[in-house]
Every structure is written in C-alpha cells, then in structure tokens.
C-alpha cells in the first residue's frame, strides 16, 4: 500500500508551497507533468505568473495548477470531468487552504462554451490520443478565454504538431522523451 500511494504522488518545486508532496487519485491513464518540465515551464513564465488568472483544463492531478498557485497566482481553476479527480483535487485545495484555487467538474469543451473569463494563462494537457486538442483552442481563441496577450501551455506526444490560430506564436518548446512541451504567445486580434 506505501508504494501505490507513494506513486500517486506529486512534489510542488517552488513557491509557498515548495517541497509539499500531493496525492493524486489514481485513475488510469492519469500522468502529472514531470518534475523537471514543471520546472522549465514555470522558468519561462516566471515573469508573468504572479497575480496571473490561471485556467488548468485536464487538469488531473493538478500539478501545474497547484504550482501555479504556489507561485503566486491570483485565481486558479482547475477543470477536469472524472468525478474522482475532482474529489482529489477539492481535498488537496482543503488541505492547503488554497483560497485562490478552485475545482469544477466538467467536460472540457463544455466548461469552454459556459461563461467565459479572461485568462492570462492556460494549461492544456489533453489525453494525448484523444484529439481533443484542436477543439479546445477553437473555443479557447473565439470564446473569450483568453486576455489579450495570454498565455496557453500545450503538452503533447512528441510526434503530434497542433495547428495555432494565426495570432499565436509559439514562445518556446521543449521535448523530453515522448513528451512535446509548447509555451505559445496569444496577440492581441486586430
């Protein structure tokens, strides 16, 4: 039993939170980002996450949500559909007294087409076979999710080249292993 809940396990790197370890629910097919991408990730928005509006869809095991917080966002939310993980979730924002943090049950393009909020950034790490991803940034770009010059991370299969809309750039992009990493720049629509 110690080494399934030692598996089910994240560690947050940085922030006010540093070094606090978080367990997950253990769904099948759930994977946290890596230590070590979360950490690339949050170098490069380092400039930009405090105070930040954050959106973490598919957010799991809420690793890059939790970091985030830890760091110092404004607001973040965390959407997944699995009722479990929401359960996980709501637990851990109890345990650490997140007031900034909140969790919604929800399918993703559902969550998308309610009431929008503008973001300053978005976390989206879909199932990666499951080619949820060019839904998600239609919605994400002509809903009103985003805020002028947001931010949008994409983890992807390394094999896997999404499709941006035409004011997005990508900023940066990493792989590791199977994993590709992409942080993209929204501009402003003229």
Known sequence: MKANQQKNQLRLIAGIWRGRKLPFAPVPGLRPTPDRVRETLFNWLSPVIRGAHC??????SGALGFE???????EVILVDKNAEVIDSLQQQIEALGAQQVSAVQAECSRYLGGQAQSMDIVFLDPPYREDLLPGCIG???S?????DEAWVYLETAH??????????????????GQVSVHLIRRSRVS
């Open 68 to 74: 985030a917080a830890s760091r110092g966002a404004a």
């Open 143 to 147: 809903a009103g999710w985003l805020a």
């Open 55 to 60: 959106l973490d869809l598919f957010a799991g």
């Open 159 to 176: 094999d896997i080249k999404p499709e941006l809309p035409a004011n997005w750039e990508t900023h940066r992009s990493k792989s590791a």
């Open 139 to 141: 919605q994400l770009e």
